[in-house]
């Protein structure tokens, strides 16, 4: 006789439904549609398996939350995808993962993990023919000189990738990889010598804009644009790129533009006015933990004139450079006190404390309680 009761396919095949949708999600631009259905995928895999799936459930989780600018938590899932690839014998997976952790690490660093993430996902991507791992690790590798400052390599990684010709990058990451490469070569003052390849190349990223649903894509427009403007109107297109910023949300990004125009205005001896913008860019970037971006945005703010200390130097010199009130909160942590009972302790609101904490992690350029305790402990200052 018939089973009275078969069992549905869709919640049989859910957790790859899940995964299909949030691929789809992304295509799309959808970054917080993908993420939540790519956390509601891992929940499904974890729940029901297949365990084969686990990797993949990662790595598309990582790769939404990278786009949604959450890096943290992108390099937590693709390591432990990377892991579960490795156990469950599936190399393409690792591969793949290997490219997202080289760009959550060209944000956060260290470079040798970015350097280390990339070699190993192009020397799996090349034998397997998996082209967009490969584009984003290239990606990865280009972000991470940006940081750095060596504008010049990060525009000849980034040229072929977004260029047309057979070298073009992966299709569902190229476009990805436009602001950059504009960034780049205006830097490396490619500017002129190659204005046609940059306008074709802002003209395409417009038009996949236009498309799209990624909330970053007006604001990283805009930036191109003012990155190719005249000096009467780049004010107006930073200006623009930061308004879209405001909309779109995401620290890491704006961060990027504000940057990007203090850098201008510097360059063009409007000094007093960069600072602003390169101050909110070391303090965003601190926040984020993406230290050699907020070392490259100190170093601009110290040559507009503005001390500052060392951004990995997170010893006696920045915690003299703390509020008294930080350092007295630093050093309750320090004791194991939590928030709470710092709150009594200082006659605080918990949530005055939490502010505070938050601070103190950014000017110190680190994470966690742990990593404060460690450096303010019986050794530190």
Do not use: K
């Amino acid at each position: 006789p018939a089973d009275p009761d078969p069992p549905d396919p869709v919640s049989r095949n859910a957790p790859a439904a899940l995964l299909r949708a949030g691929v789809a999600a992304l295509v799309l631009g959808e970054v917080a549609v993908a993420c939540r259905t790519g956390a509601r995928a891992l929940a499904a895999v974890r729940t029901s398996g297949p365990d084969a799936l686990l990797p993949q459930a990662l790595e598309h989780l990582a790769y939404a939350e990278l786009r949604a600018g959450l890096h943290a938590g992108a390099r937590a899932h693709a390591l432990e995808g990377l892991h579960a690839a490795r156990r469950t014998g599936q190399p393409n997976s690792s591969v793949h993962l290997h490219a997202v952790l080289a760009l959550a690490a060209s944000v956060e660093g260290p470079a040798e993990a970015c350097a280390a993430h990339c070699d190993a996902a192009l020397a799996g991507a090349g034998p397997h023919g998996l082209a967009q791992p490969a584009t984003l690790a290239t990606w990865a590798r280009a972000r991470a000189d940006l940081a750095a400052g060596r504008s010049e390599e990060a525009a000849a990684r980034l040229g072929p990738l977004v260029r047309p010709g057979p070298r073009q990058g992966h299709f569902a990451a190229r476009m990805l990889a436009v602001p950059c490469y504009v960034e780049a070569a205006v830097l490396a003052g490619r500017g002129a010598e190659e204005a046609g390849e940059l306008r074709a190349a802002v003209a395409e990223f417009a038009g996949w804009t236009a498309r799209t649903a990624d909330p970053q894509a007006p604001a990283q427009l805009a930036r191109c644009h003012a990155l190719l403007a005249t000096a009467e109107e780049a004010d107006a297109r930073y200006a623009e790129a930061l308004a879209h910023h405001d909309r779109a949300g995401g620290h890491f990004e704006r961060a990027r533009t504000q940057l990007l125009y203090g850098q201008w205005l510097r360059r063009r001896r409007r000094t007093r006015e960069a600072r602003t913008p390169l101050r909110d860019a070391l303090v965003a970037f601190q926040r984020c933990s993406a230290r050699a971006w907020a070392e490259r945005a100190g170093g601009e703010l110290r040559a507009a004139g503005e001390p500052v200390g060392v951004v990995r130097d997170a010893g006696g010199g920045a915690f003299s450079a703390l509020t008294p009130q930080q350092q007295r909160i630093a050093r309750c942590v320090t004791e194991g006190a939590t928030n709470r009972e710092i709150a009594l302790r200082l006659s605080l609101s918990p949530r005055t404390v939490d502010h505070h904490l938050r601070n103190v992690f950014a000017a110190l350029g680190i994470r966690s309680r742990t990593e404060l305790a460690r450096l303010l402990g019986p050794e530190g200052p």
